[in-house]
């Protein structure tokens, strides 16, 4: 998986923050997206993110997610 990849969430993933169903819980599963970023870094230091990869579904909505709740179409 690289930055720029089309991908679809194969898993249920609950969030909390799109923006058509704010504060309300939002299952993203079957949504495709782009990979934006890996997050590996945060201000020059090196960091373990829970969530790595960063994707985007459309113009307001992104997420982190983890590898294995994504496949690469």
Known sequence: MNVGDRIRVKTSVVV??????K???FDV???EGE?????????????SANFPVLVKFDK???AHLREDEVEVL
């Open 16 to 21: 909390y923050h799109h923006p058509e169903h």
């Open 60 to 62: 307001k909505f992104r």
């Open 35 to 47: 990979v934006i970023a890996f997050v590996t870094e945060w201000q020059g230091r090196p960091v």
């Open 23 to 25: 504060k309300v819980a």
């Open 29 to 31: 599963q079957g949504l």
